[in-house]
């Protein structure tokens, strides 16, 4: 392919097919006049030319093991279940030692700081389908490794979801969005409008990086077909041919960003088909009939593991981009993938049940998506690649025009370091460059520039004054390629410097290569904004997010601590995923102190604390239990327990930190029997006696109670002198105020302000229906493993007249009681119950009763260690 040249006086202009660059789909000859240094999979029969590389071609290396993935399935806060693997049982680990090595040079590594110093005050946004979120998690993965310090907050309402870096004001976004095209509803059916974008689009607008992907979801049918009608031009198609209605759908897209993205400003990455592996036909010596099992790439880079389909898919892909008029990156990841048969989650998914993880012959095996660690890792690290540059290498080849002589070669470096580069990328190869100038920093490739879209639909960006005498052969040997670049001749270099401190110039001869090497400067990010300090009169609890934090120490596990009942024992009776453990509750605008069990013993020094309520109450009393204990030698404590009152007892300090059972606060004929089922529970809701004649004394109360008084829509109350059988059925709610109100006459009439404080606990919220999150099909609170993200979220598992009681109530009172209003953050710590990790009857659930989260799973008490510790750290913070 040669170039043609506009004479002495004009720029070389090169036709880029609308200036959409993919990086290594195009590789010409030796003697082009220009040529680029990437031949891409399309071009397998072409021979690279010295001093190209093809970051796309390449293989696969086992490491020695001396290397590890940055992170990993227990440290990560955001991965999903079904990516990961080494959580749910995966035996080997090969998979994660392979690493990406180009046939041409040097990847270099993921630098998780370089890009969150780099991306400062940015969104890097993934828009797609489920493989795109595959990546996005990838990226937050790596980046939260570089940082796991820094305070970071995920906020998330379906479609959109977002990680926040707050330390660098970088959001990390993924968009879901499988077809990148609309769905409507009409008439109650889904139509998919080929030719609309726009409801979906508006989210992506602001991002300064986008990263799309689309294609597997056009081939679904039946169940999992999205859609129910295709509509394009106010016509409706029950189905068409599914390649024809991808380039439609394709083209909607290409024609927004065209349109509506600012090149200057938003950077535009697509990517290929990430293919599958559910055939063993595919690759010699298959384990299975599909990739379980599978624990080592296909032998040889010629796989054909992505499938005919694949192939399509990419075609479409390649030629929409090539008759784009904005530049868009395309991340070619579908051949180095296709050889990855092992990097599947196969059967080792939080998605599937133990029945599904038993049976690799049946239909649940994933061989579509990645494990995470794992591939997607590389993918990212390509990602990177392009998306920034380590050193920018320019080789260069004058024609022999210039004649220089062979003392001149020495020159190269300083005249280089003073070339002005023009870059060009024109439709029309006649165009007129001659209507931009200014000023550039030298022959440096960078993501910068002025961007301005030409009449012909081209872009320049300018780094220099329109030069001529341009006649010579350049490739590209970097990190990223912006666009294609006319280096010129010394004479006009020299012309160009004249308003400069004069310095020798000499010509470089023909045929002289010279490599400019530029580093990356890093600069180091501020420290996070402070905090003012916890006042609990300034602050609210109830304002702020959950940040994930691996490296907290916890004070106690259900090993260490030897009083945590087995219903709570999440760790010992088998859970396999920790990372519930590790989040931290963060306030907005005040610092939540860490739970100090030293400073809480001396606060307790010769005093008594009881917590008042049920078997939450009792949850939380044995996380402040356990956290105190461990500040306590274990010759220095006792406990007694008995079925209404249980004492922990620090000697040293004649301190004692008890629990009172009364679910229901007032008296009720289940206090003493509590298998007594709702039906047969009558409430004496004015009544109280028996049980407060246990609190008097005591110098710290906490009081709870709510979720006996929800199982069921009416309670049977009396009042007065009327026996069991005189009872009248309340709606839940009446006989809550009325037992509300008894208990706090008696606080008001019985208690000391200026010696006792008294809290009540909020409502701890259940998560009964997967729906109220987003889990269609979900079975309650079982395999989630991560909280739930959207701010403010409020499910159905907290009655809000209930909480209005209880604030009408309290508000009313004489003696001040401080309302602990954990409920907010308690709603979103799905992933904290204890569900089928824990026991029935006195026993710990069996494995068939696991299999069985329909029936099994409890998603009312909590997982101790858990989140009653941060119940206890902001009573910590009252106290």
Known sequence: MMLPFCGRSAVLAVSLSASVLLLHAFLLPAASALGIGLAGRHRRDATP????????????????????????????????????????????????????????????????????????????????????????ESLVC??????????????????????????????????????????????????LMLDDISGNAEAWRDADVLSFNSGHWWTHTGTMQGWDYMGEAGRYYEDMDRTVAF????????????????????????????????????????????????????AGLNSTTAGQQASGQDQVIQAVLRGMKSPVRLLDITALSAVRKDAHPSVYSGD????????????SVDCSHWCLPGLPDTWNQLFYTLLFYKYAQLIIVLSEETHPTEAERAAAADNLSHASIHVVAELDHGADTSDEEGEGEGPAVSGGGDHRRTGSGGHHLHRGPPLTHCHLHVTMQAFELEMVLCVLSSEIMEKKEKHKEPQKRTPLQAGTRMMLTRPVEKVTPPPPPSKVAFDPSQCSVTEGYWAYNR???????????????????????????????YWDWHLDDCSLPRFDPAAVLEKLRGKRMMFVGDSLQMGQWLSFVCLVNSAVPYTARTMERTTTLSVFTATDYNATIEFYWAPYLVEANSDRNIRLGADGRVLHVDAVELHAKHWKGVDILVFDSYVWWMTG??????????????????????????????????????????????????????????????????????????????????????????????????????VPVALLNVTQLTEHR???HVSVYTETGGEVLTDAQRADPQTYADCIHWCLPGLPDTWNQILYAHL
């Open 713 to 814: 829509s009416r309670i049977k109350s009396v009042w007065g002198s009327f026996g069991d059988d005189g009872y009248e059925e309340l709606d839940a709610w009446v006989a809550f105020r009325l037992g509300l109100k008894t208990w706090a006459n008696w606080v008001d009439a019985n208690i000391d302000a200026n010696a006792t404080r008294v809290f009540f606990m909020s409502i701890s919220t259940t998560h009964m229906r997967s729906e109220d999150w987003g889990r269609e099909g979900g079975i309650r609170c079982y395999n989630e493993t991560w909280p739930i993200t959207r701010k403010g979220y409020w499910g159905s598992g907290a009655d809000r007249r209930m909480m209005e009681v209880m604030s009408d109530v309290l508000g009313r009172m004489r």
């Open 142 to 191: 790596l980046l939260h490794a570089a940082a796991p310090q820094s305070p970071a907050q995920l906020v998330s309402s379906d479609p959109l979801y977002n990680y926040k870096f707050l330390e660098y004001e970088l959001t990390v976004s993924f968009y879901r969005a499988p077809y990148l095209v609309d769905i409507d509803v009409v008439q109650g059916k889904r139509v």
């Open 352 to 363: 599937l049940s133990p029945a599904q993880r038993a049976n690799p012959s049946g239909g």
């Open 830 to 832: 799905v992933d904290a």
């Open 247 to 298: 380039q439609r759908g394709l083209n909607t897209w290409a024609n927004w960003v065209d349109l509506d993205v600012d090149p200057a400003k938003t950077r535009v990455f697509f990517q290929s088909m990430s293919p599958t592996h559910y055939s063993s036909k595919e690759w010699p010596n298959p384990v299975s009939k599909n990739c379980y099992g599978e624990t080592a790439p296909v």
């Open 49 to 136: 030319a010295p001093a190209t590389c093809d970051v796309f071609s390449g293989s696969w290396v086992l490491g020695d093991g001396s290397a590890s993935a940055a992170y990993t399935g227990y440290n990560c806060p955001l991965i999903d279940a079904e990516f990961n693997c080494q959580l749910y049982g995966r035996p080997d680990s090969d998979y994660l030692r392979y690493s990406w090595k180009p046939a041409g040079c040097e990847l270099p590594r993921f630098d998780g700081a370089d890009f969150l110093t780099r991306m400062k005050g940015k969104t890097v946004m993934f828009v797609g389908d489920s493989l795109g979120r595959n990546q996005w």
């Open 551 to 581: 490296s907290r120490k916890l004070l106690y596990t259900d090993q260490t601590c030897p009083f945590i009942d087995r219903q709570d024992s999440c760790q010992r009776n088998g859970r396999p995923d920790s990372d519930y453990l």
